[in-house]
């Protein structure tokens, strides 16, 4: 059904430099087109599946909203509501699902599901965020930055906090893109360098989280307990107490250093309601950002490079 060579979105890594500079430039057009009420459907009679194991507001509504901007349509499937919570082999699901539709998103736990799901997809997969990955939301990310303060290649990204599916993707991203990751965790939250498949040269590791936003270009935090972890809630909340991204550690990052999050957020836990609700912050954007570039990407898994 697709007209172009199988090609999933797993990991941040599963497209080159190249194919990023092209969404980003992309993605810049499909926003103006937006903003302007100009009509932009590439994918009139195609349609996503997305399948969603965990909650979500801003994957939902931006890649449902986007395939119907694209003149696409939507299915929405949930554990609850579908055999997958019945334990239907998730290959055979992969099968069926992918004879019907053009595109699948997954939202989901392990990554080893959604790369089982796509070896057995005759579409392509787009990874909407499992425990080990996010690519969607650092995709928004790098091209918020790029809007506001042009390539990111060799500035400085402080991650403050977990050592999450977001940290790991924003590893990704520094070895691609070249840029560079100043991580500080609690010490038991540490990022797993296996996870991200990077070398040391793309990211620095700091115990202070003050010192891992010293000269950084761009803040970023996410919550101390990420879905799925929820019965660490306490033991995090006591860890993590002193990873809250506050004023002092902004004012010791750049003076034009953005601030973003991927939310939702708590306000007082990783960060303070001065610093996300402040004139640094660009997290509205951000998530927006998220409906412009997956609109791109799925023309782009779609329909390949558009002149
Ligand atoms: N950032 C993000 O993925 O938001 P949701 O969990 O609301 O989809």
Redo the contacts with the bound molecule.
């Keep these: 059904m697709t007209t172009t060579q199988l090609k999933h979105y797993l990991q941040f890594t599963d497209l080159t430099a190249d194919e990023y500079a092209y969404l980003f430039a992309r993605t810049a057009l499909i926003k103006q087109k937006f903003k302007a009420y100009e009509k932009h459907h590439p994918l009139v009679d195609r349609t996503l599946a997305m399948i969603f194991e965990k909650?979500?507001?801003?994957?939902?509504v931006s890649f449902e909203a986007g395939m119907y901007q694209l003149g696409g349509s939507v299915v929405h499937l949930t554990t609850g509501d579908s055999q997958l919570g019945r334990a239907e082999p998730i290959e055979d699901s992969a099968r069926v699902i992918s004879r019907m539709v053009d595109l699948v998103m997954i939202r989901t736990f392990g990554q080893d599901k959604i790369e089982r799901f796509a070896e057995y997809s005759r579409v392509p997969v787009i990874n909407g965020?499992t425990n080990e990955y996010?690519p969607c939301?650092i995709l928004a990310d790098i091209f918020t930055y790029i809007e506001h303060r042009g390539s990111i290649t060799g500035k400085v990204v402080a991650w403050v906090g977990d050592g999450n599916n977001m940290a790991n993707t924003w590893l990704q991203a520094a070895e691609l893109l070249g840029f560079t990751v100043h991580v500080s965790t609690p010490s038991g939250y540490e990022i797993d360098p296996a996870v991200a498949g990077v070398k040391r040269g793309s990211y620095q590791v700091f115990k202070d989280p003050m010192q891992a936003c010293a000269g950084a270009d761009l803040v970023t935090t996410d919550v101390w307990t990420s879905m799925g972890f929820e019965a660490e809630n306490e033991a995090r909340k006591k860890a993590f107490a002193d990873w809250c991204v506050d004023a002092d550690m902004m004012r010791a990052a750049k003076a034009d250093a953005l601030f973003m999050h991927?939310?939702?957020a708590h306000r007082g836990e990783e960060v303070e309601a001065e610093v996300i609700d402040g004139p640094q912050s660009v997290v509205w954007d951000e998530a927006e950002n998220r409906l412009h570039v997956q609109k791109a990407l799925m023309e782009y898994l779609l329909l390949g490079i558009q002149k």
């Design positions: 909650a979500s507001t801003r994957t939902r965020l996010h939301q991927c939310l939702p």
